[in-house]
Every structure is written in C-alpha cells, then in structure tokens.
C-alpha cells in the first residue's frame, strides 16, 4: 500500500519560490506520481505528472516554465519546485499515486485531468501567495 506525506507549503510573496516534497513509503512501481491543487470553493486540479520508467513529465499550461516535478529514489521523494508563484497559485497541494501507469499509454498527459483515477493521496499542504 502506498502512503504519501506532503510538507514544504508556506506562505510567500507574489514572485517567490517554495519547494514541496512528498515523502513515499510502499512500492510504486510502474506508478504515475503527480500533484494537485485545490483552491477554496474550486476543483481540485493537476499541476504536474511524472512518469519515472520514462522519464517522461507533463505540466499544467499554467505552471509551464515555473514548476518543475521530480522523483528522487534515493530519498523516496517526489518534489515539485514551484518558482514566480502568482496569487493564483495559492491552495492546498495533494501529491497522488496512481498505479499501472504504462496502461495509460499516450494518454498520460490525460491524467492532469483525471483526479478520480489516483489512488493514493496525501492529507495536503497550503501553499499562501500575497500579492
């Protein structure tokens, strides 16, 4: 069974930077990592995806050039950078697993959009940007 644990989220000024880090126990194999984002009163939403065996990684248009996901197996961790961070950027960000990831093929990019799908979730960090 997989368990993720985010940590990392802040409170920072329009521009800055803040770095999560979700710390993974279990055996992910063959999983898509990805993270979320939920505002108040909004759908949660994906913000990166990252595809390990590949290598392969997709983004949000919104956070194109500004995050950046990555997975480091040594630590166990699946870290999003987030740079020049907007006030809509601000929320509460899950990390999520889903298993069985080269199934989805060509449609990893999908999975952006298909929140449903993950299995596994973190209980969530806020992130605050002040304009």
């Known amino acids: 069974q997989v368990q993720l644990v985010e940590s990392g989220g802040g409170s920072v000024q329009a521009g800055g930077s803040l770095k999560l880090s979700c710390t993974v126990s279990?055996?992910?194999?063959?999983?898509?990592m990805g993270w979320f984002r939920q505002a108040p009163g909004k759908e949660r939403e994906g913000v990166a995806i990252?595809?390990?065996?590949?290598?392969?990684?997709y983004y949000a248009d919104s956070v194109k050039g500004r995050f950046t996901i990555s997975q480091d197996n040594a630590r166990n961790t699946v870290d999003l950078q987030m740079n020049l961070l907007q006030p809509e950027d601000a929320g509460m960000y899950y990390c999520?697993?889903?298993?069985?990831?080269?199934?989805?093929?060509?449609?990893?990019?999908?999975?952006?959009?298909?929140?449903?799908?993950?299995?596994?979730w973190g209980q969530g960090t806020q992130v605050t940007v002040s304009s």
């Open positions: 279990g055996d992910t194999f063959d999983y898509c």
């Open positions: 999520a697993a889903v298993s069985r990831c080269a199934s989805y093929s060509y449609r990893r990019n999908e999975l952006l959009r298909r929140v449903a799908d993950f299995e596994a």
């Open positions: 990252s595809y390990a065996q590949l290598n392969t990684k």
